[in-house]
């Protein structure tokens, strides 16, 4: 079964960075488009990037140059590297297989205080 575990989540000051990890299981990792995406209360979950299998990125316009987002296939892992954190980045972060979805792992929530 597909398993999704995300975590580095915490309480960041505004301008800080973190670095959020998500391990896969029960999917062949490698060939697939992985994403993270976030959903702030009150809103829907958003795409913010994704890698694909040839390592082609693409970021929200809200993240670009602030986020990168990577993968280690040998650890079925998949990174999310965020600096310049903003107050709107806060959100419960998720990662997921772009085109397929899997079935959604916990997240791991980001604030961000001003």
């Known amino acids: 079964q597909v398993q999704l575990v995300e975590s580095g989540g915490g309480l960041v000051q505004a301008g800080g960075s973190l670095r959020l990890s998500c391990a896969a299981s029960g999917i062949i990792f490698s060939i697939n488009t992985m994403g993270w995406f976030r959903q702030a209360p009150g809103k829907q979950r958003e795409l913010v990037a994704s890698?694909?299998?040839?390592?082609?990125?693409n970021y929200a316009d809200s993240v670009k140059g602030r986020f990168t987002i990577s993968r280690d296939n040998a650890k079925n892992t998949v990174y999310l590297h965020m600096n310049s954190l903003k107050a709107e980045d806060t959100a419960a972060y998720y990662c997921n297989m772009v085109v397929t979805r899997a079935p959604w792992g916990q997240g791991t929530q980001v604030t961000v205080s001003s």
């Open positions: 890698i694909t299998s040839s390592f082609t990125t």
